[in-house]
């Protein structure tokens, strides 16, 4: 219309107009694959492995990893240490609680990284990840050295990226809050967070029908005692009764595990039975 001459009133297009983006959900690795990877890093125990082993235990980006100076390990007080993450993807900072495994792997990249040149002003803002010849580590190096474990432990292709869907994954799967979550992992927006609740809800969804199928062809019988213990010998009236009422219970506990409606109605009489005779002993002195 503008090609044309015609007048073009703001705004022509809205955003409602646009096409809805594509939506990925996040590809968490399977814990399997996740082992097999850890133990494989581990095991080569280099500067890359090390950097791997610490972008998977913190989520933290490839880049962020990159641009991480070797007074990013900061102390709080206490056992409390966190990371700090420089401006990253969204252009933002942040603090990552570590525990103790980080730490270590922190420190074991510390002893693999090349020396800083001597004229420098500051060693806290060296780059922490740096080549014996003095450069620092580039993304495509993590990520060759990632597929190379990966090809070594026999598993799939992995993504760097994925290490970090497979820490946020954990993390949810093991109670932590969606608004946590967000700020762990740098999103400004909690609707990029809320992608990892529907890789949990396939989990929950596959273990619930699991218990259900379970739950449709076994019942847990209770186990009467074998012995009896009166609990008090000057009173058996009142033992038998009290015994009387913990066989009722068990019945309607077995009772409500019955899927079969006409057994189920099959054991109301037999309840009833029951509360009478507990009834008429209890009116004996």
Request: include cysteine; hydrophobic fraction near 35%; glycine fraction near 6%.
């Amino acid at each position: 219309m503008a090609d044309n001459g015609y007048p073009v009133a703001y705004p022509l297009i809205l955003s409602q107009d646009l096409p809805p983006k594509d939506l990925y959900l996040p590809k968490p690795v399977s814990p399997e694959v996740d082992k097999l990877l850890n133990n494989q890093l581990r095991q080569t125990n280099d500067l890359l492995a090390n950097a791997l082993l610490l972008i998977r235990a913190t989520g933290i980006r490839i880049g962020e990893c990159c641009r991480l100076d070797k007074g990013s390990l900061r102390h709080l007080g206490g056992n409390q240490w966190a990371l700090h993450v420089p401006l990253g993807k969204l252009h933002n900072e942040r603090w990552v609680p570590v525990d103790d495994g980080a730490r270590n792997i922190f420190g074991r990249i510390l002893s693999l990284a090349g020396q800083p040149p001597s004229d420098t002003a500051d060693p806290t803002s060296v780059p922490l990840l740096l080549l014996p010849n003095g450069k620092t580590v580039a993304h495509w190096r993590l990520r060759q050295a990632l597929r190379d474990a990966a090809k070594r432990a026999k598993c799939p292709h992995v993504w760097p990226h994925q290490l970090r869907h497979t820490y946020a994954t954990e993390m949810l799967r093991n109670g932590m809050s969606l608004p946590a979550l967000k700020e762990l992992l740098g999103h400004r927006d909690i609707r990029m967070t809320m992608g990892y609740v529907q890789v949990t809800q396939n989990d929950l969804q596959r273990e619930y029908h699991q218990a259900r199928q379970k739950m449709g062809t076994v019942h847990t019988v209770p186990q009467l005692s074998k012995t009896y213990a009166p609990e008090s010998a000057s009173n058996p009236i009142r033992d038998i009764c009290h015994t009387i009422d913990s066989v009722r219970h068990q019945l309607e506990m077995y009772r409500r595990q019955i899927n079969d409606q006409k057994q189920r109605r099959m054991l109301i009489p037999l309840a009833r039975r029951l509360a009478k005779l507990s009834a008429a002993l209890a009116s004996f002195k």
